[in-house]
Each structure stands twice: as structure tokens, then as C-alpha cells.
């Protein structure tokens, strides 16, 4: 069985994680959305509103699990039998941080090999950095996040 994970802050989803998920899916059997948590990250949501977030979301796609996981990637993988990983690249600044993630985790995780699927151009400007500036500019998020829930 090809166990993918999609780690991130998912802080909070939006519709461009929805699309990488959409997209890796023919690729592999199942596919875990994983709240990475970082002790020494403050994010935005508290993990349980994300993880509600997530639920919510992939309820209906069987083959989109959701966990979270503290402390390496890799180990996490591990754990659950996962041999591959799925991020997404926008830009070059993502390009340059993920082969070095990607590198660690190959060495790290025993020859875990990362996906990457570039962001197609309509949600190649999205992240949830900017649907928080949106949210605490007073905004309306919705065009951002998936349709499926609501956020204030
Ligand atoms: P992290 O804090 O680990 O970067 P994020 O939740 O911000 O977590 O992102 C998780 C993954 O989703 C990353 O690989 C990121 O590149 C990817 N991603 C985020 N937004 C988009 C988007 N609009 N299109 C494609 N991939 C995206």
C-alpha cells in the first residue's frame, strides 16, 4: 500500500492544500494530512479547530486519513509506515526550503522520497499567511478556504 503524508501547519487550510491533495491522490493509496506541531511555532488556530478544519473537509474522501504528529516528520512516517511525502511549491523561496527538508528527511527517514507538486497558477499566490493577514485586516476569507467550512 503507497501511504503518502501531506504534513503542514494547516493554520488554516486553504483551498491550495485542498488542490495538492486533489492532485496527489491518483498517485498513491492513501493520503495523511498531518498537523505538524513545533513547540516552538505560535500558530494562529489552536490545533483542535485546525484538525476540525481537516475533518470537516476530507469527510468524504475515504482514502484522505487525518492525524497530527510532534517532533520529526520522518519518525512519524515511520511510525505509521508511510514511505512518501507530499508538499507543494509555489515559488522559488518554497523550492529552496523544501530541497533541504527534503534532503533531511530522505536521510533521516531511510529513503523517504518527497512529492512535489507545483501550485497550479490559480492558487499559486495562496497561503494561510495570507488568510490570516485577510482575517485580521477585517476581511472575508471565504474566496481562500474551502467551501466546506467557515471561518469567523
Ligand atoms: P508549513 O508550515 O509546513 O509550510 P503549510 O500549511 O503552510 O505548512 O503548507 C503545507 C504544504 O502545502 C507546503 O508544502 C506548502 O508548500 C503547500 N501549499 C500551501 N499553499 C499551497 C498552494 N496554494 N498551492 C500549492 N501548495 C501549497
Redo the contacts with the bound molecule.
Sequence with gaps: MKIAVF?????PI?V??V??VRRALPLFDQIIVAV?INSTKKYFFTLEQRLEWLHTVFANEERVMVDHFQNLTAHYCRRIGARYLV????NAS?FDYEKTISQLNHIVGDGIETVFLI?QPE??H???TIVREIILGGADPSPFIPHQIKII
Design positions: 504534513p503542514g501547519s494547516f493554520d486553504t491550495g492544500h488542490d495538492l505538524g508538499r507543494g511549491l509555489r518554497d501550485a492558487y499559486s495562496i497561503s494561510s
